[in-house]
């Protein structure tokens, strides 16, 4: 079983929701791929909000993305995160981010136990 990551990204309130969706698919999904290479997780996915549903179950939706990241073992996930720990792939990537997401920032978990 693998290691998955999710992680929950909230959008610049500047831009619509299609202006981030542009900016996030084309400029920083490439830009992961060449910043982290080989360590990139074989499963990357990111799910997108529903737009026109800015509240849902009478709760505001404060997320625009979701990705979940699937590595092999913690090995590869940590291979990753030294990769990270490296000021010329944190820097380009954090001012990336800075271009799409709120003050907030994105949050990331590990998935522990999943039940069904």
């Not at 969706?21 to 920083?28: A, L, R, T």
Request: overall charge negative; aromatic content about 10%.
């Amino acid at each position: 079983m693998g290691v998955t990551l999710f992680s929950c990204i909230p959008r610049n309130p500047s831009l619509t929701h299609d202006q981030f969706k542009d900016i996030y698919e084309n400029e920083h999904v490439p830009l992961l791929h060449q910043l982290f290479g080989e360590t990139m997780p074989p499963v990357f996915k990111r799910t997108y909000i529903d737009s026109t549903q800015p509240t849902v179950l009478g709760r505001r939706v404060e997320f625009d993305l979701f990705t979940e990241l699937v590595f092999e073992d913690d090995e590869a996930m940590n291979a990753m995160a030294a990769k990270w720990a490296d000021p010329k792939v944190t820097e380009p990537c954090m001012a990336s981010q800075r271009r799409f997401t709120s003050e907030e920032g994105e949050r990331v978990v590990k998935v522990g136990e999943v039940r069904q």
